[in-house]
């Protein structure tokens, strides 16, 4: 099956820097991807979507100046969190749309902030 | 917000038995897909079943699909311990182009 890529699995970052986080589609174009932040014991809630040569749609209430997305290529989007503080600690998870409409997921990248 | 919505939100059963985990969503769908997701880890893709299947199998998975009930269920049978996972049904509603996740039903296997 298709495989989505997450880099890096696991980041550290101290309150008030950025972290990029990308998301890959390893074998497959894709021209929509996701993005997902899940807290503990929670499930996933999609915080927006990536368009490749446009901007991203950010679902209600999440923050697009704090979440900056880019979808760079058809088989690369990122997403930035800036000026990062513990709050935004979670488990951010991309996921990618192939041709089909499959959605394929990535591993997962868990930002942790002191 | 959350299409979707699983029960039960725990499930606790003796290794050998089956599981039966259900979910319902609101609006018209491309396809409704299962996760599972072991604590702390990624997700794993289950089974994607499109709105004009009614039912599918994968080994000891068994899901079907009841657009008029909007609704789904995932079956597990001769569960094993290590099945004990959360497990999320993903919803591809028609002409919204994303995918919504239901709360998740949290699967213990006892062994």
């Known amino acids: 099956g298709a495989v989505v890529s997450q880099h890096p699995s696991r980041v550290i970052c101290k309150s008030g820097t950025s972290v990029k986080i990308e998301c890959r589609s390893l074998d497959f174009q894709a021209t929509t991807m996701f993005w997902y932040r899940q807290f503990p014991k929670q499930s996933l809630m999609l915080m927006a979507t990536?368009?490749?040569?446009?901007?991203?749609?950010?679902e209600q209430g999440v923050e697009k100046d704090k979440f900056l997305i880019n979808h760079a290529s058809l088989t690369l989007s990122t997403l930035t969190v800036t000026s990062a503080h513990p709050e935004d600690s979670s488990f951010y998870i991309c996921?990618?749309?192939?041709?089909?409409?499959?959605?394929?997921f990535g591993p997962g990248t868990r930002l942790t902030v002191t | 917000s959350q299409q979707g919505e699983e029960d039960p939100q725990a499930l606790s059963i003796q290794e050998g038995e089956n599981a039966t985990m259900n979910c319902s969503y609101k609006t018209s769908i491309n396809n409704l897909q299962w996760y599972r997701q072991n604590s702390g880890r990624g997700l794993v893709h289950l089974i994607l079943?499109?709105?004009?299947?009614r039912e599918k199998h994968s080994g000891r998975l068994r899901v079907t699909l009841d657009t008029s009930k909007k609704s789904s269920s995932l079956l597990i049978t001769a569960s094993r311990a290590a099945d004990t996972a959360s497990y999320f049904c993903?919803?591809?509603?028609?002409?919204?182009?994303?995918?919504?996740f239901g709360d998740g039903t949290t699967l213990t296997v006892k062994p």
């Open positions: 993903a919803t591809d509603a028609t002409n919204a182009g994303k995918s919504t």
């Open positions: 079943i499109r709105s004009n299947e």
């Open positions: 990536s368009n490749e040569g446009s901007k991203a749609t950010y």
């Open positions: 996921s990618a749309r192939d041709a089909r409409h499959e959605q394929y």
